[in-house]
């Protein structure tokens, strides 16, 4: 990972995003080390509206709080693929949910990995732990942070009784990522 790491996740109110953001800050800052901002914003609705969930992960001080050009771009609604699927780093890595994005090219000199997040949530029988699934395959794909480290940030984070589920979501997620990406 470079000195700094811009993510920015993307979808609608209601989809886990602000959530999935303040996991993945604090995977990076609690369980490993590193310094971490996380700016979050909403449209004009809470729920259904567009939201983004702003990362910043450096191994030193984070000087500028807010993501200019993501490095790691997550799509979960085709809103937030117009809305913000234009904004990005050179080489960027944008991950989607293949189901709810449409996106079949990816950016110039970067990558584009597709998981139908929400079928696999679905699947597992509660279409609210998208985001965790999500999760699961970024840090597959990225390794921006390590997976045991999301596990840890992602146990921290739920409410309780609720474990089970969450992990057998982010292991699902994991998994699709490690049968994407191959050896």
């Known amino acids: 990972m470079s000195d700094k790491t811009e993510v920015r996740l993307a979808g609608f109110g209601g989809q886990g995003i602000v959530l999935a953001g303040n996991i993945l800050g604090r995977a990076a800052t609690l369980f490993e080390g590193q310094n971490a901002v996380f700016p979050q914003s909403y449209g004009p609705e809470a729920r259904g509206g567009a939201c983004t969930a702003d990362v910043v992960i450096s191994a ?92 840890q940030a992602i146990l921290s984070s739920i409410p309780k009784g609720t474990e089970e589920l969450n992990l057998k979501a982010f292991e699902t997620g994991y998994g699709y990522g490690r049968k994407e990406k191959g050896p």
């Open 60 to 151: 030193g001080r984070v000087n500028y709080p807010k993501v200019i050009a993501p490095r790691i771009l997550v799509l979960m609604s085709e809103d937030a693929k117009n809305t913000y699927g234009h904004i990005y780093a050179e080489g960027a890595t944008i991950l989607t949910d293949q189901d709810l994005v449409r996106l079949e090219e990816p950016p110039p000199g970067g990558e584009l990995h597709r998981i139908p997040a929400t079928r696999l949530a679905e699947e597992l029988g509660r279409v609210i732990v998208a985001n965790i699934v999500m999760l699961g395959f970024l840090t597959s794909v990225t390794g921006v942070v390590s997976q045991d480290s999301m596990r």
